[in-house]
């Protein structure tokens, strides 16, 4: 990762955030209670666990923004029990509460985000999912808003989202699976920007999967969609470890 983003780069991401969660809000703003205790596409989840994790998504990346400004270590969670507890109390409250809590975390969000001194984002952090620099924690908000709005199996999947958002996280997610020796050796093809990602493949062998990018970006991180990819040579999708 570039360690040297500038503020025009941050004020682009802060603005993309923004997008993101009026676009989220909009659709919960259209469910009803029942609709929210209804299944989510995670299993195991409501859609209102899936808004309760973005609210408290929200707030926990505070606390890192915190942390790259103050130099104190401000972890993102207590605990991952924490984490649980917290999503799991506001499930069940009314559609119009966990609109507003995601709107209002989002919002603290960004003013904190806004505040931070230009000096304060090259910092490292270090979340639940590893250490960064502060700048990345809008990549990551951006990243939990969009494809947990596709989670709550509304009116928004793989296909609304933004086409540079799907070339950068196709990177992104590609570079972190060809990290892990566990991953398939495999060549991404993208008809839709004509780009191509590389996981592993430093030979012929590698297995060529074909679609579009935003398809093959939700086959990556456990999501489906609604593209068909296409194997070279013929056969299923190889197996590949749970992202996140």
Excluded: C
């Excluded at 966990?98 to 910092?123: H, I, M, Q």
């Excluded at 999947?157 to 991953?183: C, I, K, M």
Aim: aromatic letters at 8%; hydrophobic letters at 40%.
């Amino acid at each position: 990762m570039n360690e040297s983003r500038g503020p025009h780069a941050v004020d682009f991401m802060i603005e993309q955030n923004e997008a993101a969660i009026d676009r989220l809000v909009a659709s919960a703003s259209e469910m009803s209670d029942d609709q929210m205790r209804e299944p989510s596409l995670l299993p195991g989840w409501s859609r209102g666990h899936v808004l309760t994790h973005v609210a408290r998504n929200g707030d926990s990346l505070v606390n890192l923004l915190t942390w790259a400004e103050t130099g104190i270590e401000t972890p993102q969670y207590p605990s991952a029990e924490a984490r649980a507890t917290g999503i799991e109390a506001g499930a069940g409250r009314p559609a119009h509460e966990l609109t507003a809590d995601v709107a209002s975390s989002a919002k603290t969000f960004f003013a904190r985000a806004r505040a931070l001194p230009d000096e304060a984002w090259p910092a490292m952090v270090d979340g639940m999912r590893g250490a960064h620099p502060a700048w990345f924690v809008l990549n990551r908000r951006l990243f939990e808003v969009e494809v947990h709005h596709a989670d709550l199996g509304a009116n928004y999947g793989p296909q609304d989202w933004p086409d540079w958002f799907v070339s950068d996280e196709l990177y992104r997610v590609t570079g972190d699976y060809s990290q892990n020796p566990a991953s398939p050796a495999a060549v991404l093809n993208d008809v839709n920007s004509g780009r191509q990602y590389f996981m592993r493949a430093s030979d012929a062998s590698a297995t060529a999967i074909t679609g579009a990018g935003y398809a093959l970006l939700a086959w990556l991180i456990g999501r489906e969609s609604d593209a068909e990819l296409h194997v070279d040579p013929a056969g299923p999708l190889p197996d590949i470890p749970s992202y996140g």
